[in-house]
């Protein structure tokens, strides 16, 4: 074996995993076919759920680019801002912030705890067996291969690890073609818009093209726009094809000065049927592709790494339960199928299929949304605050299987919140008058830190077990309720 794990894919998803299982101790192998990012950024912004989520590694502090001021998300451009803050978060404006800086916080992380990066090493060959997997690799070098015990695909929409292990990916194939182009002006008219507003007040229409028109914050703009035409994924995107975007729908005074990324993209929505296939698992875009509408792949992708992250550390460490690293699959794979439902659900809204039907249709669903709780259940669903895991064993409870909200805590040590006392990427039992005592810490083997606090307002329960990724697997005032059952499915065997 050269390395436990191999991660092929230096997109969020695998950095993020590559990240978790450095964080653990897991030797690992990140290979990016690319000698260097393209520096195109496909998302510009990030989820609620994924600043939480980077909150909870101490990552989020460090990105000084992040932007919080843009109010609300949105669902398919409807004109009205989703509101996140009946999810209790501390994050309820949607990030603005480009991918690649995303990329470039994980990849400073990775280099902090040693994880090595292979760029432009492309995976061309994959064969299993019951010890490990063997990857064929194409780099500067020649061919070569890397044995690990187990090979994540993070490598994105076409995926080569998803084609090479013989993953079944149904779903539909694209209907449409559309641009993402980020780009500089000559001239523009008054219709070009500026500074930070509500996304929705991006979106236009007109002459048969539908287009969402933002600035980057450098000068430059990022340009989505769609029309009836299909044009092949392959085929360069031209100065000639965003001009005339950009005069049909801002007027013929807007004049493009030049390119500087474009690249296609399509509404096609598939998933593969098993996120893992014996020492084969997959991730994010590998895993499932839809319009990204909405702006929800890069919160898929890292919350993906974030479930697969610590299981895979426990399989690897031997303290994993029966089954514990098949409940990635069970536990990730209904939230992808969602995300693939609302995308093509939005895509009827987003010029396409535009008519009488399409517009009374958008007017019915603004004016649900426009209600507290039409809003509070689209806003959870895009956001993914709403999200819970199925934990049958455990008594029920509201927080099971929820995130744990980021609440304030005053423990032995002083004032604190609960992300921060996630940052081991172990898990966390809040003792909130149980009297467990932080001496039982020692007896689970390290894997969970007992953290006594003061009973929390808003959180009825004296004790809450809270898993790495952040969700609560067991809360409640009676300890012997099923509290060690949790601690064996979800830690290994308990000696408390
Ligand atoms: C126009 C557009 C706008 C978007 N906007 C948003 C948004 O605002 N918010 C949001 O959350 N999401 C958005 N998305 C979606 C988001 O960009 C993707 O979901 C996200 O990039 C997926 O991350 P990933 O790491 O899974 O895959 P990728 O980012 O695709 O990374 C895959 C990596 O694998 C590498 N790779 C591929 N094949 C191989 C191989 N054979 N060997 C080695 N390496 C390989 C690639 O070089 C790449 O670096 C948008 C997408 C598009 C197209």
């Known amino acids: 074996m050269n390395t436990e794990v191999i991660v092929v894919g230096a997109g969020p998803t695998g950095l993020m995993l590559a990240a978790e299982l450095g964080l653990a101790g897991i030797d690992t192998v990140v290979l990016d076919r690319l000698a260097e990012p393209t520096g195109q950024s496909k998302a510009g912004s990030l989820q ?12 989020l502090d460090h990105l000084s680019e992040a932007d919080r001021s843009r109010p609300g998300g949105h669902f398919a451009g409807l004109p009205v801002a989703l509101d996140n803050t009946p999810w209790q978060t501390r994050h ?48 500067p070098d020649g061919e070569s291969r ?67 028109l933002h600035p980057l914050g450098d000068g430059a703009y990022r340009m989505i726009f769609g029309n009836a035409e299909r044009r092949d994924r392959h085929a360069p995107v031209t100065d000639a094809e ?44 590998a895993a499932h592709i839809h319009l990204p509408a909405g702006g929800q792949g890069v919160n898929l992708g890292l919350q993906d790494a974030f479930n697969l992250g610590w299981k ?14 098949d409940t990635y699959h069970d536990e990730r794979h209904p939230v992808g199928a969602r995300v693939l439902r609302n995308a093509a659900a939005q895509s009827v809204f987003m010029g396409i299929g535009e008519g009488t039907e399409v517009a009374a249709l958008r007017e019915v669903v603004t004016e649900l949304v426009t209600t507290p709780d039409g809003n509070r259940y689209i806003s959870g669903m895009m956001s993914a605050l709403d999200l819970r895991y199925d934990m049958p064993d455990a008594p029920a409870h509201e927080l099971l299987g929820r995130r744990m909200p980021d609440v304030d805590l005053v423990t032995d040590a002083g ?25 039982a810490s020692a007896q689970l083997g390290g894997r969970v830190g007992v953290v006594p606090a003061e009973p929390v307002p808003g959180v009825d329960a004296s004790a809450v ?18 509290l060690d059952r949790a601690l064996a499915r979800w830690f290994g065997q308990p000696a408390r």
């Not at 921060?420 to 039992?429: D, I, K, N, S």
Request: glycine letters at 14%; charged letters at 20%; hydrophobic letters at 40%.
């Open 146 to 212: 890397l044995r690990g015990r187990y090979l994540v695909g993070c490598d994105g929409a076409h995926s080569s690890v998803r084609k090479l292990a013989g993953f079944a990916f149904p779903g539909k194939a694209g209907t449409m073609s559309a641009v993402a182009a980020d780009i500089e002006f000559a001239a523009t008219s008054d219709l070009v818009p500026t500074g930070q507003r509500f996304f929705g007040d991006y979106m236009r229409r007109g002459g048969g093209y539908w287009t969402l």
């Open 415 to 439: 004032p604190t919140r609960f992300s921060r006392l996630a940052g081991h990427g172990g898990g966390v039992l809040l003792d909130l008058g149980a009297g467990i005592g932080p001496a």
């Open 48 to 59: 609620p759920r994924s600043a939480e989520v980077l909150d909870l590694r101490g990552l």
């Open 92 to 139: 309820p404006n949607p990030v603005t912030l480009p991918q690649v800086a995303l990329e470039r916080l994980l990849a400073d992380r990775l280099a902090e705890l040693g994880v090595p990066v292979l760029r432009g090493h492309e995976l061309v060959d994959l064969t299993q067996d019951d010890d490990g997997v063997t990857a064929g690799t194409r780099g």
């Open 465 to 482: 077990l809270v898993r790495p990724d952040g969700h609560v697997c067991w809360a409640g005032d009676d300890v012997a309720d099923g």
């Open 242 to 285: 965003v001009q005339a975007a950009l005069h049909t729908v801002y007027g013929p005074e807007t004049t493009l000065a030049r390119i500087r990324h474009a690249s296609r993209f399509s509404d096609a929505n598939r998933q593969v049927e098993r996120y893992r296939s014996d020492r084969v698992l997959l991730a994010g875009d």
């Open 312 to 325: 895979l550390a426990a399989q690897l460490r031997g303290w994993a339960s029966d089954g514990l690293l």
